[in-house]
């Protein structure tokens, strides 16, 4: 025999099967939150929601680059299938900028993320490479130095 409990507080059933079925239940649960746990709201992005998973891979570094920083956030434009790719770099700085580009191609991601924020076409960083150049500018003379002494 199954039982039904009252609860005091709501004065009404806890039978949750009849709760399921009541009306304006909301069945499906919409995370703000990118597959990244980036997440998709305040002022600034009102009109933009998660791009629905994929089961296509983000392959581009303009997503996720070789030391796992991740570069760009898959959104749509609510009531739109558009994907956009939102920079993080011009969102996470003072004040927030939200520029935004289509996600397929990426084309128009690597040329902002060239032009703005100092990116070689392969994904790396300018600075990264200058410090590269730079510690191997300093190596080879710390060797000379050595040999010489």
Not at 59 to 74: N, Y
Not at 78 to 92: I, V
Not at 104 to 115: C, D, E, S
Not at 119 to 132: A, F, I, P, W
Request: net charge positive; proline share 5%; hydrophobic share 30%.
């Amino acid at each position: 025999m199954a039982s039904v409990t009252t609860s005091s507080l709501t004065e009404g059933t806890d039978n949750l099967t009849e709760l399921h079925k009541a009306p304006g239940l909301q069945n499906t649960h919409q995370s703000s939150g990118t597959k990244t746990g980036f997440l998709v709201h305040g002022d600034l992005l009102a009109k933009y929601e998660p791009t629905p998973p994929s089961k296509r891979p983000k392959i581009s570094w303009v997503w996720k680059d070789d030391h796992s920083q991740v570069h760009g956030e898959a959104i749509i434009e609510k009531g739109t299938k558009q994907p956009l790719w939102l920079c993080n770099a011009c969102y996470n700085r003072t004040p927030k900028l939200v520029f935004r580009c289509l996600a397929r191609p990426t084309t128009a991601a690597q040329r902002h993320m060239v032009t703005v924020h100092n990116y070689n076409l392969d994904g790396t960083s300018q600075k990264r490479k200058h410090e590269d150049d730079q510690n191997g500018i300093d190596k080879m003379l710390k060797a000379q130095s050595e040999s010489q002494a």
